[in-house]
C-alpha cells in the first residue's frame, strides 16, 4: 500500500526561551478499518472540565469562515496535557488557530503553553481530516482554543452543503452552533436535515429572510445526555446545512467586492446533451464480495438512467481485457438489460490490467468517431471502477498515464473512481484532471454503492461544453480558470479575480457556450460598489469573502497543477507560489503549515516538506511573486459590435446600407397585440417576428407601442426562442428551458449555424414611470447568410436595394433637412433625423444620422407594412412575399 498520507505540523517546545522543533509523522492512518466516527475524542485530558464549545460560521456568497472555540479547565491536581481535535472538511484551509491559557496566578498567555502539538492528519473519514493538538499545562489553568478555517461550498446536485463534526466528548454547560448565511441573490431553499439523532430533531432552528439565514443549534446540558440518568454526551456527529440560492438569471450572477470579482454560472433547465459512456470495472480478485456487489448493484441504477439518445458500452477488465459489445451500442431497453446480466455474471479473480482497459475503452470512442456516429454536441467519457493499483500489463502509473493522454481526443473525457484505499488516488486523480474529468474516492463500507450513484448523477446530465467566460481586455486580472470542458445539471462554475481599477462603475462578463440544440452567449453586468455598500449592513456577513475566495480558487488550482508539473524545478516555483499567496491570505495549505507566533514575537512558517520531515522547518525567503494565468485561459474582448439593422424603441427601423454607407430609418404605426415579421426565410427555415405591446399611458395623444416579445424561430432543428422583458424561454421541442434576464440592463446575442447573428436588447424603465414600459431592441446582423427566399421588413434589406438621396435642402425645422429618395422606383420624400442605437450606451443610447422615410415605410419596404403582420409567433412570412 502507498500511502500519500498525512500532513504533518510541527511540535513545538517552548522552553526558557528556546525553540525545539521536532516533527511527528502520524502513519497508516488510511486504513479501511478507520470508521466514519473516530473515536478519538475532541477534548482529551481525564480531570478536566469543558466550560464551553461553540461553533460559528459565516458563510457570504458561498465562502464560509467558520470558527471553533472551547474553553476547558484542567480541574485536576497535576499538570497534565489536554488535547483539542476538530474535524474539519477536506476542501477547507485553517487560517488561525489560538490557544490561550490562564495559569492559575491570572497570567494569560497566547498561542503556547509549557509545550504544544499541532498535527493535521489527512483523510481518516469521508470528506474530513483531523486537526489536533495539545498542550501541556498546570492544575487550575484555564485553556481557550480557537481555530478558524475556511472553504468554498461546491454545489452538488442542486444545492450547497455545509458540514461542522461536532464532537464536544462530554456533556458541556454551553454548546452551541450558528451558521449565518447570507446570499445577495436569495436563498431559494434552506434546511439542516438531523442527522445527529431523534432527540435533537426540535432543537435545529432555521430562521430566513431574504437573502439571509440563521440556523441555531443550542441544545442545554440536560438535553445533551444520551439518556436520561447518562453523564455521556449523545452530541457526535455531523451537522449539516443545505442550501442554494435564487438564480433569477440563467447568465449567472457577477459578483464585485473588496477589489475582486466572483462570477457564478449554474443554469438549469437546459436540455441535457446526449452522451457517449464507456464504463470500464475492474474486476480483479480483489474486488471480489462485498465490493463486485456494490459495483453491480450501482450498475443497475446508472443503466437505467441512461436514455435512448445516450451510448454505451462496457469494458471489464483483470489481467485480460473483455468487452460487453466492442462497438457503443444506443441505450434501448433491450441492450440495457443485457448489460445488466452481463455485469450480474461477472466472476473476479485476476490481476489488475488498467493500461490496456483504458487503451481498449478510448479506442472504441475513436472508432465511432472515425466512422461518423458520434454526435458532435454530444459529450463522450470513460467511467473507470477500480479498486487496486496496477499488476499485470504496464504497470509504471506515469507510463500509463501518458498513453491514456497520447490516445485521448479533446472531446472525450475520463473520470475516475477508486474504491478504498488499496488504490493510488493520487493517480487516478492526476489521470482524470488530466483528461478533462474528475476523480472520486469510494469508501468501501456499507453505502459503497449509493456513493457510486450519487457520484454518477453528478456526472450524468452535462448540460453545456466549451463554456467560456470572458471579460473585457483590461478590466480584471489574475483570473482563475475560465474555460470548461463541461457543465453538468446541479453543479456550479465559479471563476474569480481581481477588478482593475477603472473609471467604470460596472464589471460586464461574457459567457459563451454550446447547448444541447444550439450555442448560447450571455452577459452579466455588476455594479462595482453596491455589493460592498450591501455588506457593511449584514451583520453577520464574511466581508472579506471575494478575496479570500480568490485565493483559495487559485490555490486550489496551483495544487493540482503541482501534482502535474513534469520537473522538480516547476514543482518547486508552483510551491513558492503557494507558500506565498497562503501566507498573504492566512491558509494552512497542505504545502505550508501554521505560523507559530509565540510571546516573543518571533514567527516562522513551518512548512511541510515531505520528504525529509527533519528539515521541514524551512525558512520563507520571500521571492517576487508573479502569477502567470494557466495556459487555458484565452482572454478575449468581444469583437466591436458590427453595422446592423435594428429595431430598437417605439418601434423605429434602422436600416444600414453598407453600399450607399448610410442609414435608412422608418416606423411602423402598428397596434398593440399585432405580430410584425422582422425576417422570415423559408429557404433556411428562420422566422423572426416581434409582438407589440403599448404604453402605459397616451404620450402627446399617441399611443406608443414598444417590441413586448421577440421570437426566433429555427425550423430544422425546431428550436423556438421566445423573448419578452420577463424572461427568455428556449423550446427545443423537449424541453422549454427558461432564462432570466440579469438585473441590470442585459441583451442576448443569438447566432444560428455560426452564419446569422441578433442580438436583442431588454430596454427597462423604472417601475412606476407612468408612461414607459419595459420593451426589447432587436439588432440583426447585415452580413447574415440567409437564402435567397428571405424576406420580412429586415429581411428585404440583405439584398441591398439601389438608394440615391439628392436635392438635399432646409426643411420646415431648421435642424432637419430634407431630401429625396430613390428607391425600388420610388420617389420619396426623407428627412434627416437622429436616432438611437442602444448597443454600446445602454440608457442614453448612441446617436445614428438616417434618412428618415414617413408613412411607415412606404416606398422603401416592398409592399404595405400590413403585409408584414403575422397570425403567430413562429409564422412565416406567406410565400407570395418572398422573392418580390
Ligand atoms: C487569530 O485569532 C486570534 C484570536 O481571535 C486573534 O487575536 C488574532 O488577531 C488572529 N490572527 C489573525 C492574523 O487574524
Ligand atoms: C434515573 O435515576 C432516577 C433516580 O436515581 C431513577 O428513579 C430513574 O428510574 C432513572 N431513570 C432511568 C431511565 O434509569
Ligand atoms: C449514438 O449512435 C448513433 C448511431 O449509432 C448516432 O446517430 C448518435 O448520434 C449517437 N449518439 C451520440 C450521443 O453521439
Ligand atoms: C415556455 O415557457 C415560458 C414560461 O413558462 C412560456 O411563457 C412560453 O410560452 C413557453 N413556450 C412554449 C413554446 O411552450
Ligand atoms: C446618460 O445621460 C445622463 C444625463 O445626461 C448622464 O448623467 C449619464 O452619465 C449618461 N449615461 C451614460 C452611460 O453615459
Known amino acids: 500500500m502507498r500511502h500519500p498520507l498525512l500532513l504533518l505540523l510541527g511540535l513545538l517546545l517552548l522552553q526558557q526561551g528556546r525553540c525545539f522543533v521536532e516533527f511527528v509523522i502520524e502513519s497508516e492512518w488510511e486504513k479501511e478499518t478507520v470508521s466514519q466516527n473516530p473515536k478519538t475524542l475532541a477534548i482529551r485530558g481525564d480531570h478536566i472540565t469543558v466550560k464551553s464549545y461553540k461553533v460559528e460560521s459565516r458563510i457570504t456568497s458561498r465562502f464560509a469562515h467558520t470558527t471553533v472555540r472551547s474553553s476547558v ?146 441544545p442545554t446540558y ?114 440495457i438489460s443485457d448489460a445488466k446480466k452481463y455485469i450480474q455474471n461477472i466472476k473476479p479473480n485476476g490481476g489488475t490490467n488498467i493500461n490496456e482497459a483504458l487503451l481498449r475503452a478510448v479506442n472504441m470512442l475513436l472508432r465511432a468517431t472515425n466512422q461518423g456516429l458520434i454526435n458532435p454536441r454530444s459529450v463522450s467519457m470513460i467511467i473507470l471502477v477500480s479498486d487496486g493499483d496496477p499488476t499485470v500489463g504496464e504497470i509504471k502509473l506515469t507510463t500509463i498515464q501518458k498513453n491514456v493522454k497520447r490516445v485521448m481526443r479533446e472531446e472525450f473525457s475520463l473520470f475516475s473512481l477508486g474504491i478504498g484505499f488499496d488504490v493510488d488516488y493520487d493517480f487516478l486523480e492526476r489521470i482524470a484532471t488530466e483528461n478533462r474529468g474528475v476523480a472520486h474516492r469510494i469508501y468501501s463500507n456499507h453505502n459503497a454503492a449509493e456513493q457510486l450513484r450519487m457520484f454518477y448523477r453528478q456526472v450524468s446530465s452535462p448540460l453545456l461544453r466549451r463554456i467560456a467566460i470572458q471579460f473585457p481586455e483590461d478590466t480584471v486580472s489574475d483570473v482563475t480558470q475560465n474555460s470548461f470542458d463541461k457543465y453538468f445539471s446541479g453543479s456550479e462554475l465559479v471563476v474569480a479575480g481581481k477588478v482593475q481599477p477603472s473609471e467604470s462603475t460596472t464589471l460586464t462578463s461574457f459567457i459563451t457556450a454550446s447547448a444541447a440544440r444550439l450555442d448560447i452567449a450571455l452577459q452579466t453586468e455588476a455594479d462595482i460598489t453596491e455589493l460592498d455598500t450591501e455588506l457593511a449592513k449584514q451583520e453577520h456577513s464574511f466581508t472579506g469573502f471575494a478575496r479570500q475566495m480568490w485565493a483559495y480558487i487559485t490555490i486550489k488550482q496551483l495544487i493540482s497543477e503541482r501534482s502535474l508539473a513534469p520537473t522538480a524545478v516547476k514543482k518547486r516555483k508552483i510551491t513558492q507560489q503557494i507558500m506565498l499567496l497562503a501566507l498573504d491570505h492566512q491558509f494552512v495549505t497542505p504545502l505550508t503549515a501554521l505560523l507559530v507566533e509565540s510571546e516573543d514575537a518571533s514567527e516562522r512558517l513551518l512548512a511541510d516538506h515531505p520528504k525529509d520531515p527533519r528539515h521541514a522547518c524551512c525558512p520563507v525567503t520571500p521571492v517576487q511573486l508573479k502569477y502567470q494565468p494557466p495556459p487555458w485561459v484565452h482572454m478575449t474582448t468581444p469583437a466591436p459590435p458590427s453595422p446592423v439593422k435594428k429595431v430598437d424603441n417605439d418601434p423605429h427601423f434602422i436600416v444600414h446600407l453598407s453600399r450607399s454607407n448610410f442609414d435608412v430609418c422608418f416606423n411602423i404605426d402598428s397596434k398593440p397585440g399585432q405580430i410584425l415579421n422582422l425576417v422570415s426565410d423559408s429557404g433556411t427555415g428562420l422566422v423572426v417576428n416581434g409582438q407589440l405591446i403599448r404604453s402605459k399611458r397616451m404620450n402627446k395623444g399617441k399611443v406608443n407601442t414598444y417590441f413586448g416579445t421577440i421570437s426566433v424561430y429555427y425550423q430544422p432543428d425546431g428550436i423556438s426562442l421566445t423573448i419578452s422583458p420577463a424572461s427568455i424561454s428556449m423550446d427545443d421541442g423537449k424541453n422549454n428551458n427558461t432564462f432570466t434576464w440579469a438585473t441590470h440592463n442585459s441583451h442576448i446575442s443569438i447566432t444560428i449555424n455560426n452564419n446569422i447573428h441578433m442580438m436583442v436588447l431588454l430596454h427597462r424603465v423604472w417601475k412606476k414611470n407612468p408612461v414607459s414600459v419595459d420593451f426589447l431592441g432587436i439588432y440583426i446582423a447585415n452580413d447574415n447568410q440567409y ?92 410565400t407570395t412575399h418572398s422573392n418580390v
Open 73 to 218: 479547565v484542567n480541574s485536576g491536581s497535576k499538570a497534565q496535557t489536554i488535547g483539542f481535535n476538530v474535524q474539519i472538511p477536506k476542501r477547507a484551509f485553517i487560517s488561525n488557530f489560538t490557544i490561550f491559557s490562564w495559569w492559575p496566578e491570572g497570567r494569560r498567555q497566547a498561542s503556547s503553553g509549557t509545550g504544544s502539538m499541532f498535527l493535521l492528519c489527512r483523510a481518516n473519514a469521508q470528506d474530513m481530516e483531523t486537526f489536533k493538538t495539545e498542550v501541556h499545562v498546570p492544575p487550575g489553568s484555564h485553556i481557550e482554543f480557537e481555530l478558524h478555517y475556511q472553504e468554498m461550498m461546491q454545489r452538488k446536485l442542486g444545492m450547497y452543503e455545509h458540514t461542522l463534526y461536532l464532537q464536544p466528548g462530554r456533556l458541556v454547560p454551553h454548546l452551541q452552533v450558528d451558521v449565518y448565511i447570507f446570499e445577495p441573490k436569495g436563498i431559494s431553499m434552506i434546511q439542516s436535515p438531523n442527522t445527529l439523532g431523534n432527540q435533537f430533531a426540535d432543537l435545529i432552528h432555521v430562521t430566513t429572510s431574504k437573502g439571509k439565514a440563521h440556523v441555531v443549534f443550542k
Open 222 to 335: 440536560l438535553q445533551q445526555r444520551k439518556c436520561e440518568n447518562c453523564s455521556e454526551t449523545a452530541v457526535d456527529g455531523i451537522f449539516t446545512v443545505q442550501y442554494d440560492v435564487t438564480r433569477d438569471n440563467n447568465a449567472g450572477e457577477l459578483q464585485v467586492s473588496d477589489g475582486h470579482f466572483v462570477q457564478f454560472f449554474a443554469p438549469s433547465n437546459l436540455s441535457p446533451l446526449p452522451k457517449n459512456i464507456v464504463f470500464v470495472i475492474d474486476v480483479s480478485g480483489s474486488m471480489w464480495g462485498i465490493k463486485m456487489k456494490q459495483t453491480v448493484e450501482a450498475m443497475q441504477a446508472i443503466l437505467d438512467d441512461l436514455t435512448i439518445d445516450d451510448n454505451f458500452s462496457i469494458v471489464d477488465f483483470n489481467h485480460n481485457v473483455r468487452c460487453w459489445n466492442e462497438e457503443l451500442v444506443a441505450a434501448s431497453y433491450i441492450q
Open 787 to 878: 437564402s435567397p427566399l428571405v424576406h420580412g421588413l429586415i429581411g428585404q434589406f440583405s439584398r441591398e436595394p439601389d438608394v440615391s438621396v439628392y436635392d438635399v435642402h432646409e426643411g420646415a425645422d431648421p435642424l432637419k433637412e430634407e431630401a429625396t429618395m430613390e428607391v425600388k422606383g420610388n420617389r420619396l420624400q426623407v428627412t434627416r433625423g437622429w436616432q438611437k442605437d442602444y448597443r454600446r450606451d445602454r440608457t442614453n443610447g448612441s446617436n445614428i444620422y438616417c434618412w428618415f422615410v414617413h408613412n411607415s415605410g412606404k416606398g422603401f419596404i416592398d409592399g404595405h407594412y400590413t403585409d408584414y403582420i403575422v397570425p403567430q409567433l413562429n409564422s412565416f412570412l406567406p
